[in-house]
């Protein structure tokens, strides 16, 4: 695809996300993503064939972004701690943004029984993302800046902290503790004091 394909496929995406997270996904037409980009229908038909797909990429795409970054910073040797703030700084500005949550739009996305049983993306996404937490809890481990934990144990916390806050996030205001506690826990369950 051309430099202003990719830049279009960009701008659906990211004025899709915007309609996602403000919407959900099950009230979200072609008609509403021609809208908010200034696309017109054969235009927009012409690199997306549906809003499940729009959907799909945004959501693969992150994980894939979040699994490219940590194993690059992996590979570049920056410590391990850091590749952990970093992460865990995200998510905690993440957790309190309730204006660009796409946990609504995942539940609603998943929850459709016609979705649901063709369609496992959310089992890969959380595969992908486990992966790259797994990695790097083991290279953390390995360089003796994390203690000795279960990694796929450690992740599951992470996540589905993580998760459970952007989806009340949707339902109530969270309190900017909330997200710091959270993210307090787990770095006192990987970090040793004395790091």
Not at 16 to 23: D, E, T
Not at 81 to 95: G, H, N, P, V
Not at 102 to 128: D, H, M
Request: charged share 30%; hydrophobic share 35%.
């Amino acid at each position: 695809m051309s430099t202003r394909g990719d830049k279009t496929r960009q701008n659906i995406c990211e004025k899709a996300y915007q309609l996602f997270s403000k919407r959900g996904y099950k009230d979200i037409t072609m008609k509403d993503i021609c809208e908010e980009t200034g696309l017109s229908r054969g235009g927009l038909y012409r690199h997306y064939d549906s809003v499940e797909q729009i959907f799909l990429e945004i959501v693969n795409d992150f994980s894939a972004k979040q699994k490219d970054v940590i194993l690059s910073k992996i590979a570049g040797n920056i410590p391990a701690t850091t590749i952990l703030d970093e992460l865990l700084s995200r998510y905690a500005c993440e957790m309190t943004d309730e204006e660009n949550s796409l946990s609504q739009a995942i539940y609603e996305f998943y929850s459709n029984p016609k979705i649901s049983k063709t369609n496992n993306t959310v089992v890969r996404q959380y595969e992908l993302s486990k992966a790259a937490w797994v990695e790097l809890i083991n290279y953390g481990i390995s360089t003796k800046e994390f203690k000795e934990v279960n990694p796929e144990g450690v992740f599951n916390l992470v996540i589905f902290s993580y998760q459970g806050v952007r989806m009340y996030s949707k339902l109530m205001k969270i309190d900017e503790a909330i997200s710091n506690e959270i993210i307090c826990e787990i770095k006192r369950l990987l970090v040793p004091e004395d790091v």
